[in-house]
């Protein structure tokens, strides 16, 4: 239980500090315009150059969040409550709603679907479209 609630305190923190990372960067987009004219770069979509600090950062953070994240799933899911719902599954939980057949008399008539009604017998506008 100690294991779960800390990683589940540390889950949450690397995604704050992750989100906090990406927001942070500088994106590729900004030095488009630089290309086509007054910029230091070379080419449009070559090469962005070595990682920086940012970049390996956040590189860093998104693996201890995927990590974490299989984590939890695994500690999740070898949880043994006692009212657990996925040991069951929520259908056999569920309680009977329709009659059974015993609870039906047999002096209950039967009806039969009515037969379905053409276009042309039912005086709308349907049965004159052209085919």
């Avoid at 299989?70 to 949880?79: A, D, I, K, P, V």
Wanted: proline content about 5%.
């Amino acid at each position: 239980m100690i294991w779960e609630t800390t990683l589940l305190v540390v889950h949450v923190l690397v995604a704050a500090a992750l989100i906090g990372f990406v927001l942070l960067q500088h994106g590729k987009g900004a030095d488009m315009g630089a290309a086509f004219g007054s910029g230091s770069s070379g080419s449009l979509f070559g090469a962005a150059g070595s990682a920086n600090f940012l970049s390996r950062t956040t590189a860093i953070l998104a693996t201890v969040f995927f990590l974490s994240s299989l984590g939890l799933t695994y500690l999740g899911s070898n949880r043994t409550a006692a009212g657990d719902v996925m040991k069951q599954g929520v259908m056999q939980k569920a309680p009977e709603t329709a009659p059974k057949a015993a609870d039906v008399p047999a002096s209950t008539p039967v009806r039969e679907p009515a037969a379905p009604v053409s276009a042309k017998d039912a005086g709308s506008k349907a049965g004159e479209v052209p085919k």
